[in-house]
Structures are given as C-alpha cells and as structure tokens.
C-alpha cells in the first residue's frame, strides 16, 4: 500500500493550496481517509478526515471554515486550504483509518508528506 500526497509549496498569508492524496496497492472505500500536519519542533496534529462514502467530515478547531477535505473516490482525495496563516505551515500528511473521528487516533497507512510553507 502507497499513499503518495502531493500538492504543497510556498504561498503568501491570504492564499490557497490543494494538496491531493492518491493510494495505491488496495482499495480503501470501506475506509475513512483524513489529513495530518506537524510542524518543526511539534507533535503531529489532526487537520481533517472524511468518512469511507463522503457522508461525514470532522475538522480542528484551527482550520474550520478555512479548509475543506473532500473525496474524488475510493483512492483519491484532496485539502483544499485557503486564507492560509503562518501558523499553517507545516509538513502535511495523508493518513486512511477507520472512521472520520477514530481516525484521529487510530490510523492505518500513512503518506509521505507535503510540505506546506505560508510567509510573506
């Protein structure tokens, strides 16, 4: 199983990104599928998450309203991240666990991450 996630780069604060994560080796469609970040000198922290059919999305407090994770298929799904801060930057990383809220704690695959880097 591979998740490759993609999508990153430098923007100024205001702007947008869509990083995009695309899985391989297995289908995930009885899965949820969610992103992560952690940045230099933090723990790994929960962004957002998606249930296996799109019907549900949780969200951190810090990115509600901001940004949407959506879900193209089974294998395929995207942040979209707008009106990005500084305090967004960070290394960002596609994860498939169990449920859009377990999945907060419990994850089963991991991508290899995107690097996100927002300053004027």
């Known amino acids: 199983v591979q998740l490759q996630a993609s999508g990153g780069g430098s923007v100024q604060p205001g702007e947008s990104l869509r990083l995009s994560c695309v899985a391989s080796g297995r289908s995930f469609s009885d899965l949820s599928t969610g992103w992560f970040r952690q940045a230099p000198g933090k723990e790994r922290e929960f962004v957002a998450a998606i249930a296996w059919n799109g019907g549900g999305t949780s969200y951190a407090d810090s990115v509600k309203g901001r940004f949407t994770i959506s879900r193209e298929n089974a294998n395929t799904w995207y942040l979209q991240m707008n009106i990005l801060k500084p305090e967004d930057t960070a290394v960002y990383y596609c994860?498939?666990?169990?449920?859009?809220?377990?999945?907060?704690?419990?994850?089963?695959?991991w991508g290899q991450g995107t690097q996100v880097t927002v300053s004027s």
């Open positions: 994860a498939v666990g169990p449920d859009y809220w377990r999945i907060r704690t419990i994850q089963r695959y």
